[in-house]
Structure formats: structure tokens, C-alpha cells
Nanobody, 121 residues
Framework: QVQLVESGGGLVQAGGSLRLSCAASGDIFSINVMGWYRQAPGKQRELVAAITIGGRTNYADSVKGRFTISRDNAKNTVYLQMNSLKPEDTAVYYC???????????????WGQGTQVTVSS
């Protein structure tokens, strides 16, 4: 099986920074895309940022210039550096990974349990 474990959420004042981490473990052969999604109360889950195994990135317009996604392929870990945080960034942040397990041929989506980010005004 595959597990994604997130860390780094918390409470921060507007204008502050947080760094989220997500480590994937288990019988992993390869991870294609890794990303971060978020879900605020009463809203749908939305993509925040994603990064391919080759390092190509994609960001939601609302976080461009403030958030940076990166990954360490050797550690199967993805990071999200969040700067200039705003109250509207408050949400549960979920890690997502497109994983091919050992002895399998398909890539399957896995999700972390979520970590709360709260930005106070």
C-alpha cells in the first residue's frame, strides 16, 4: 500500500509564511505528479499547485507569486512554501500523488489525510 503523510499546517497571521511537507511511503515504484489541493468550509476542493517528476509546475491563479511547490524525488516528498498568506488561504490542505506501485503498471491517485492552515487577519 501507499501512505501520504502531511505536516506543517497551523495558525499564522496574515502576511506570514508556512511550509507544508508531504512524504509518500510504501511499495512505490514511481510517482508522476504530486500536488496540493485545499478545501475551505462550504467550498469544493481546488488545486493549489502541482509538480511533475521532471519539475514542471502549475499553480492556481490565486497563489501565483506567493506559493512555491517543490519535490525531492529521492525522498518521495513534496513541499509547499506559502508566503504572504491571506485569510482566504484558510483551508484544509491535502497532498495528492499519482503513484505507480511496485509490480503494477497503472498510476493511481493517493491522498493525504489533510492538514489545517488557518490565517488570521
Amino acid at each position: 500500500q501507499v501512505q501520504l503523510v502531511e505536516s506543517g499546517g497551523g495558525l499564522v497571521q496574515a502576511g506570514g509564511s508556512l511550509r507544508l511537507s508531504c512524504a509518500a511511503s510504501g511499495d512505490i515504484f514511481s510517482i508522476n505528479v504530486m500536488g496540493w489541493y485545499r478545501q475551505a468550509p462550504g467550498k469544493q476542493r481546488e488545486l493549489v499547485a502541482a509538480i511533475t517528476i521532471g519539475g514542471r509546475t502549475n499553480y492556481a491563479d490565486s497563489v501565483k507569486g506567493r506559493f512555491t511547490i517543490s519535490r525531492d524525488n529521492a525522498k518521495n516528498t513534496v513541499y509547499l512554501q506559502m508566503n504572504s498568506l491571506k485569510p482566504e488561504d484558510t483551508a484544509v490542505y491535502y497532498c495528492n500523488a499519482d503513484v505507480r506501485r511496485k509490480f503494477y503498471f497503472d498510476y493511481v491517485d493517493y491522498w493525504g489525510q489533510g492538514t489545517q492552515v488557518t490565517v488570521s487577519s
